[in-house]
């Protein structure tokens, strides 16, 4: 029960979008390809969930608080959520459940396969995101997990190659991504405590 109205915020922000977006569908307000924006906005999702979850243990260390550990797999599987979501979009609105199709925007649009690659990336980490799982690997259950990394990359590639007419946004994600990257080098995190713990007293006796 700890944390609980915590994870059900979580939980209500994270099902809200897709929520609004199919709404937004249905009331003729996203233009005249509806199909094509909920699955970029599905896709841009994903992304920016990835990111959230891998700010969990950074924000913790910078914190204390250990609620952001709490929500960590929770913001994982809706990660994969919308990458499902965004997969079934893709398949619905763009080629039409037209299976011969997907040969040619294979050849018209590559990054399909790296977004392909980051979606069977994705399906290993849910499939494996309970504590079953992570007893039976064992030790070798952080070093699946840690294709979160690889996924990332994938993730960012992808967009990089629909959007490269124009980088700010993807620059964007990108710098979030690695900064991110970068709070969890081991000489980085062994930092952060030490510096939480000068401020804090400094903090006291002002």
């Known amino acids: 029960m700890r944390y609980l109205f915590w994870r059900i ?3 209500i922000a994270a099902a809200i ?5 199919l709404y937004q569908a249905w009331a003729d307000v996203l233009g ?3 199909g094509k924006v909920l699955v970029d906005r599905l896709g841009l999702g994903t992304l920016v969930l990835l ?4 700010s969990m243990t950074p924000l913790q260390k910078l914190t204390g608080w250990s609620g ?7 913001l994982g599987l ?3 959520a919308y990458v499902v979501l965004h997969l079934s979009g893709y398949t619905a609105f763009i080629l039409g459940f037209d299976w011969s199709q997907l040969g040619i925007e294979l050849r018209k649009r590559p990054y399909i396969i790296v977004g392909a690659l980051g979606f069977l990336c994705l399906l290993a ?8 799982s992570q007893r039976r690997l064992g030790a070798r259950w952080k070093k699946l997990h840690r294709l979160v990394y690889v996924i990332l990359g994938l993730g960012l590639l992808h967009m990089l190659w629909i959007v490269r007419a124009d980088l700010k946004e993807w620059a964007v994600y990108a ?4 900064l991110l990257l970068v709070l969890r080098l081991p000489s980085v995190t062994r930092r952060i405590p030490r510096l939480m713990a000068k401020k804090i007293p400094s903090a006291r006796k002002a």
């Open 125 to 132: 980490l849910a499939v494996t995101s309970n504590r079953y």
């Open 9 to 11: 915020g979580v939980f």
């Open 51 to 54: 990111l959230i979850t891998l």
């Open 32 to 34: 005249p390809d509806p």
């Open 17 to 21: 979008w897709p929520l609004l977006w």
């Open 78 to 80: 809706w990660c994969f």
């Open 175 to 178: 710098s979030i991504g690695a």
């Open 68 to 74: 952001w550990i709490a929500v960590r797999r929770q």
